[in-house]
């Protein structure tokens, strides 16, 4: 019940195309749903976050859409470029004995060609 | 600004020897954790520190110990390493009340024979 579940493994984008990855959960506990960015080498960093109290958030090229119902949340890249070719992370966040417990998805290996 | 720095980067163990990973923060966090990155697997607890001599266990705590006798430390340590144990170690920290928004370092690979 404390799984989030990400999809696809990779995503292979040509350059100014959509990329779209999709996360969902079980556990309705959860009330924070951020996407980590990954480069080769280096640790996850925040990338864009969403509370279940709203459906969609957008911070430039990048979009979190929220649906409370289906326990469903995924990731858009508008307009991908090279430069974002990462691995992603979705994740989801509840309070577990006083602290908060993030759970991660398992990933996905976005590659964007020129 | 250093952030989350962990040492070593990079290190080959044989199975039953042990080791220590260290990680320090500059930014005054009260929360650090570790976890253990894996193909297929994303990342995974292994223990969490919510302030100076307290830690607590995460999703995969087998194996390791860990200790926090520094606010702005938190070691890792494998007793007995196992080739189960080959994986990509990160270490991370947060301030209270921004317990999401996890500050990462850039990961030690460990790999055991």
């Known amino acids: 019940q404390q799984q989030v579940k990400q999809s696809p493994q990779s995503l292979i984008v040509q350059k100014g195309g959509i990329s779209i990855i999709n996360c969902a959960y079980e556990?309705?506990?959860?009330?924070?749903f951020p996407w980590y960015q990954q480069f080769p080498g280096k640790g996850p960093a925040l990338l864009i976050a969403?509370?279940?109290?709203?459906s969609e958030k957008k911070e430039g090229r990048f979009t979190i859409s929220f649906n409370k119902s289906a326990k469903q949340f995924s990731l858009h890249i508008m307009d991908s470029q090279p430069g974002d070719s990462a691995t992603y992370f979705c994740?989801?966040?509840?309070?577990?004995?006083?602290?908060?417990?993030?759970?991660f998805g398992t990933g996905t290996r976005l590659q964007v060609f020129p | 600004n250093a952030g989350v720095t962990q040492t070593p980067k990079f290190r080959v163990l044989k199975t039953g020897q042990s080791m220590t990973l260290l990680c320090a923060q500059d930014?005054?966090?009260?929360?650090m954790y570790w976890y253990r990155q894996d193909p297929g697997m994303g990342l995974r607890l292994i223990h969490y520190?919510?302030?100076?001599?307290?830690?607590a266990k995460g999703e995969v705590p087998d194996g390791y110990n860990v200790s926090r006798l520094k606010k702005q430390n938190f070691l890792l340590g494998l007793e007995s390493a196992a080739p189960s144990q080959t994986s990509v170690y990160f270490c991370?920290?947060?301030?209270?009340?921004?317990?999401?928004?996890?500050?990462f370092g850039s990961g030690t690979q460990l790999s055991v024979l």
């Open positions: 969403i509370r279940p109290d709203v």
């Open positions: 520190s919510v302030g100076e001599g307290t830690t």
């Open positions: 556990n309705t506990a959860f009330d924070y």
């Open positions: 930014m005054n966090h009260e929360y």
């Open positions: 991370a920290s947060t301030k209270i009340g921004y317990n999401e928004k996890l500050f």
């Open positions: 994740a989801a966040s509840m309070l577990f004995k006083n602290t908060d417990k993030l759970i």
